[in-house]
Each structure stands twice: as structure tokens, then as C-alpha cells.
């Protein structure tokens, strides 16, 4: 496992991702699967950064690890903010035109759908956010428009 702590600050992003794709490349990560993980780690970064901490600033943590059979990736980001479950939040209602659909989770929801496990756990005083992809497959079959 290899592990980044940052500030949960926008301007950050660039860094989480260079770090992200640095574990990736190093695994021979296809394209299209690694530009849908980066996709993935962006929304869920910038989620951290935007609502984790109200006004003062904090840490993201992000960690890597690479699984072997099969060959996979899993992300887990961690942050002391706001005790927060993304996953509890009904996903929106895509079937719905754009201007009829509620405001907000359009972004978990495309990470739902991107990748193969998403777990979320509050423990110890922390938000844990956890994503996996296997790294041998595209994208998921179940792609929507959203």
C-alpha cells in the first residue's frame, strides 16, 4: 500500500492524481480504466475538500493498494471531517430530464457506476471511503447516460 497525505484543498487535486497515476502506470494500467478511476478521484477529492471541514482546513488521506488475483486497484480515501456517507444518499433519477432531476449526487453516482466496489465506514472519528477496479476490464457494462 502506498499512501499520500495531503491538505483537503482543491488546488491539491493535481497532486492526488499524479499519485494515483503513478501507482496505476506502474501496474500497466489500461487508459480507459485509469482515465475512469482519475474521474472517480477527482469527484471523491473534491468532495473532501469542498465539504469535509466547513471553514477550517484538514487532511485527506489517500492510500493505494494493488490487488493481485484478480489484478485490481483499491483507493481509500480518509478524512477527519464531517461524518458524511455518500452512498446513503439516494442516487438521482437519470431517466428524468436534466432541468426535473434534484440538485447534487450526480458525482457518487457516477462513481457507483465506474467502479466495481464502493464501501464507505465511519470509524474512529473518520470518514473512510474506499473504491476498487479491476484493472484487466473497461468499464463496467452497465453504462448509462447520465
Known amino acids: 500500500m502506498k499512501e499520500l497525505i495531503t491538505e483537503a484543498k482543491r488546488e491539491n487535486l493535481p497532486k492526488v492524481l499524479a499519485f494515483v497515476d503513478g501507482q496505476l502506470e506502474a501496474v500497466d494500467c489500461p487508459m480507459l480504466t485509469q482515465t475512469s478511476i482519475d474521474v472517480a478521484v477527482e469527484e471523491l477529492f473534491i468532495n473532501i475538500a469542498s465539504y469535509a471541514y466547513d471553514m477550517e482546513n484538514g487532511t485527506a488521506v489517500v492510500q493505494v493498494t494493488v490487488l ?6 483499491e483507493i481509500t480515501f480518509i478524512d477527519n471531517g464531517q461524518q458524511y456517507d455518500p452512498l446513503a444518499r439516494e ?56
Not at 68 to 73: K, M, W
Not at 107 to 128: A, P, S
Open 91 to 146: 442516487d438521482p433519477d437519470i431517466t428524468l430530464p436534466k432541468q426535473k432531476r434534484k440538485k447534487g449526487g450526480l458525482g457518487i453516482f457516477m462513481v457507483k457506476k465506474t467502479m466495481d466496489d464502493v464501501l464507505y465506514e465511519y470509524k474512529d472519528g473518520r470518514n473512510i471511503l474506499t473504491i476498487r477496479k479491476k484493472l484487466n476490464e473497461g468499464h463496467k457494462g452497465n453504462e448509462q447516460e447520465i
Open 68 to 73: 493481485e488475483d484478480p489484478l485490481s486497484v
